[in-house]
């Protein structure tokens, strides 16, 4: 089953989460640095503890090899391989998108849920789709879409009018540093 809420990290930190989330997925997302994948082992068992749903960015084997509970493939990954990969039943494919051609693509490598992004203004991104066409994008899809981007406290109201399953955030369900 998919998650309702999704965090974005790229390193393990002690209780990564601000509270206790149910219905949580944590997706491992590094394109900076080195993978460590002792660090990776122990978000997987953080996970576990929890019961969180965790995902691995990018990375199929290493997906299979932790025994992920599925794989995000970001925006920028276009390759088709991963309709008729050999994983087990529950093994979820989930990924990013910007656009309809995006959204299209992600249904076609057969993505169960589609974080699309970004819905706030954030420091990353010059445009953003704010809620109207954040709708406009998820009409005529079956698919569950997770709203990304911007969210924070200040917006939160905005959420009760999107057409979409769940949130993700980078920073939102953070733990807050002492």
Known sequence: MLPKFFLFIDHYE????QNDITNLGIIYRNYSKKQNLE???KIRFYCKKKRYKFYISNNLKLAKKLKADGLY?????????Y??????????????AHNQVEIKLKLA????GIFLSPLFQTKKKKGYLGVCRFNMATLNHKTKFIALGG??????????????????????????PA
């Open 109 to 112: 490598q057969g993505c169960k």
């Open 14 to 17: 002690n209780n990564i989460v």
């Open 39 to 41: 660090d990776i082992e």
């Open 73 to 81: 493939i970001p925006a920028f990954n276009n390759k088709l391989m």
């Open 83 to 96: 309709r008729n990969i050999n994983v087990n039943k529950n093994f979820l494919l989930i990924g990013s």
């Open 151 to 176: 969210i924070s406290e200040s917006n939160l109201r905005y959420l009760k009018m999107l057409n979409a399953y769940g949130i993700a955030g980078i920073s939102y369900f953070k733990k807050k």
